[in-house]
């Protein structure tokens, strides 16, 4: 990373950030400049809201959502529809089909999906746990909300295959979702026109 002229302090912190996704290290001395400027409002708190996030935050056991109880808020909530499993790659996905409201069932992240270039296997990801949830006798419906590219679509019909001796119902969602399209970041609208209009594989 090209020099700066600043103390290791903020070196340090321009290095991290810049490993964030999207930030270059232009990008992250942009928003390191920024930060130091709003000091007060902005730096300090962060700070506090960082250290905060770090004590406080866990994964799910029961799904893999992250929040700051554990089973999570989502888990937790009365009134949600306990006979739908909707499976995402990730987090993010979960958080924006929640987002969308078009889902009002149990969620459980994957934690990926299979891929050969980069050499990721089944028993890489949570599969095992998502069959063992798909026998209890509560879950009737398993909607697999994959990334719509390759990986994804492979990764669905591995699943779809590996739930196939459940007797669960198996489907996934409408490719309203376009090819290559990452769920986090598509509109809400999308999503739930997508989750809606959810077909038997």
């Not at 321009?14 to 709003?38: C, N």
């Not at 979960?94 to 980069?118: K, M, N, P, Q, T």
Request: aromatic letters at 2%; glycine letters at 10%.
């Amino acid at each position: 990373m090209p020099h700066t002229s600043a103390g290791p302090q903020i070196e340090q912190l321009i290095t991290m950030l810049s490993r964030l996704p999207g930030l270059g290290p232009r990008s992250a001395r942009r928003a390191v400049l920024h930060l130091i400027r709003k000091k007060e409002g902005l730096l300090i708190p962060l700070g506090r809201a960082m250290n905060e996030a770090a004590e406080h935050i866990r994964s799910c056991d029961t799904c893999g959502n992250i929040d700051v109880k554990n089973p999570c808020a989502i888990c937790q909530a009365p009134g949600r529809d306990q006979t739908s499993l909707c499976v995402v790659e990730q987090v993010g996905d979960l958080w924006a089909l929640e987002r969308a409201g078009a889902h009002r069932g149990r969620y459980f992240v994957l934690g990926g999906v299979l891929s050969a270039i980069d050499g990721v296997r089944p028993e890489d990801l949570f599969i095992d746990r998502l069959l063992t949830l798909a026998e209890t006798p509560q879950i009737t419906e398993v909607i697999l909300a994959l990334s719509a590219n390759v990986d994804g679509a492979s990764t669905s019909h591995f699943l779809a295959d590996s739930l196939a001796k459940t007797g669960v119902k198996v489907t996934t969602i409408a490719r309203g979702v376009p090819v290559g399209g990452e769920l986090d970041y598509l509109d809400d609208g999308t999503l739930a026109a997508a989750l809606v209009s959810r077909k038997a594989i």
